[in-house]
């Protein structure tokens, strides 16, 4: 049978809400723990799942995709009610969403979509990655109020729908801008080590005084090339202008600190709707929208970033 036809026959077989939920397995395959927001995400799900009475199954990629497929295969194997996925690209997911399908486990997608019969999994809880984008790039055409700027982008890993969409969201908000210009772009793969390294070619291609701004599409790559840019001897924040995503602790305090610019956040709590909808699912056959979006916000100096960012760490960020 497949996921689609199995709908019906769950719904009636599963039976009352409370007894079933009580003993709900659910398999999470995390892409790693790349960056401060990857970490409270895990976090964030691991105490929906506690609080819950869930007991969760949790395997670390480390950003490999072929060990999120064979986590996928495990969990399908141990026969949990249903996976939780954040896909570390956006190809090659049909065969193991298949036999997950063919298994009538129900597959949730976590912050990131994928390029895949749509039937395959039961939503995608995610915020709109392109608005994120579009979101930094209408801020810096604000800020730049006509000026000239040269941009650097610090892209996120090669493939991920992040990547994808906040480079294209960026370049929608700027687009009409001739005063500017993005002049190098180039993958720091969500780290703060890669976003560092990166940087430094930057700095070393383009000069700093050529530079005006950087687009980091996370911010845990930012705060790495806020480290280059101070080791070059400039000023991160006034010489070079920087907008990123995701709104960590870190980078609330870079904005405190004056050496960062802005920030958009992206709740770390998907698994919040996504057992909501997986749970719904799994008691009564209840579909749940197709994409469940999550809030998006923007910060800058403008805000009281050292009060959010003891306000996150408290939380567990």
Same mark, same amino acid.
């Given at each position: 049978?497949?996921?689609?036809?199995?709908?019906?026959?769950s719904?009636?077989?599963?039976?009352? =809400?409370?007894?079933?939920?009580?003993d709900?397995?659910i398999?999470f395959?995390?892409?790693?723990?790349?960056?401060?927001?990857?970490?409270?995400?895990t976090?964030?799900?691991?105490q929906?799942?506690e609080?819950? !009475?869930? *007991?969760?199954?949790?395997? *670390?990629?480390?950003?490999?995709?072929?060990?999120?497929?064979?986590?996928?295969? &495990?969990?399908?194997a141990?026969? =949990?009610d249903?996976?939780?996925?954040?896909?570390v690209?956006?190809? !090659?997911w049909?065969? =193991?969403?298949?036999?997950?399908?063919?298994?009538?486990?129900p597959?949730?997608?976590?912050?990131?979509?994928?390029d895949?019969?749509e039937? #395959?999994? #039961?939503?995608?809880v995610?915020?709109? #990655?392109?608005?994120?984008?579009?979101?930094?790039?209408?801020w810096?055409?604000?800020?730049?109020? $006509?000026?000239?700027?040269r941009?650097v982008e610090?892209? $996120?890993?090669?493939?991920?729908?992040? %990547?994808?969409d906040?480079?294209?969201?960026?370049?929608? !908000?700027?687009a009409?801008?001739?005063? @500017?210009?993005?002049?190098?772009?180039?993958t720091?793969?969500?780290?703060?080590?890669?976003?560092?390294?990166v940087?430094?070619?930057?700095?070393?291609?383009?000069?700093g005084?050529?530079?005006?701004?950087?687009?980091?599409?996370n911010d845990?790559?930012?705060?790495g %090339?806020?480290?280059?840019?101070k080791?070059?001897?400039?000023k991160?924040?006034?010489?070079?202008?920087?907008v990123?995503i995701?709104?960590?602790?870190d980078a609330?305090?870079?904005i405190?600190?004056?050496?960062?610019?802005?920030?958009?956040?992206?709740?770390?709590?998907?698994a !919040?709707?996504a057992?909501?909808a997986?749970?719904?699912?799994?008691? &009564?056959?209840?579909?749940?929208?197709?994409?469940?979006?999550?809030?998006?916000? @923007?910060?800058? &100096?403008?805000?009281d970033?050292?009060?959010?960012?003891?306000?996150?760490?408290d #939380?567990?960020y």
């Open positions: 049978m497949t996921f689609k036809t199995t709908l019906l026959a719904a009636i077989a599963i039976g009352p =809400v409370a007894a079933f939920a009580a709900m397995t398999g395959s995390q892409i790693g723990s790349e960056s401060g927001w990857r970490a409270a995400e976090t964030v799900t691991k929906e799942a609080k819950r !009475g869930i *007991d969760l199954k949790f395997a *670390d990629a480390q950003q490999k995709q072929e060990n999120q497929i064979k986590a996928i295969r &495990s969990f399908i141990q026969g =949990v249903g996976i939780l996925v954040a896909p690209v956006a190809t !090659g049909d065969e =193991v969403l298949e036999e997950a399908a063919d298994a009538e486990i597959v949730v997608l976590l912050d990131r979509t994928i895949a019969d039937s #395959l999994y #039961l939503t995608a995610t915020s709109d #990655l392109v608005h994120e984008g579009r979101v930094a790039g209408e810096l055409v604000n800020e730049m109020n $006509g000026a000239d700027c941009i610090l892209q $996120g890993t090669t493939g991920s729908s992040p %990547a994808i906040r480079k294209n969201g960026f370049e929608q !908000g700027i009409g801008h001739g005063n @500017l210009e993005i002049v190098r772009s180039q720091g793969d969500f780290t703060r080590a890669q976003g560092k390294v940087m430094e070619s930057f700095l070393k291609a383009e000069g005084e050529n530079i005006c701004a950087l687009y980091a599409h845990d790559m930012a705060v %090339a806020i480290q280059a840019i080791e070059a001897g400039l991160p924040g006034e010489d070079i202008k920087i990123a995701d709104a960590v602790p609330h305090k870079a405190a600190a004056g050496e960062m610019n802005a920030t958009i956040e992206l709740t770390p709590n998907m !919040g709707p057992l909501d997986l749970e719904a699912y799994l008691a &009564s056959g209840a579909m749940p929208a197709k994409w469940i979006q999550t809030e998006s916000k @923007l910060f800058t &100096s403008a805000d970033n050292e009060a959010i960012f003891n306000m996150k760490k #939380l567990g």
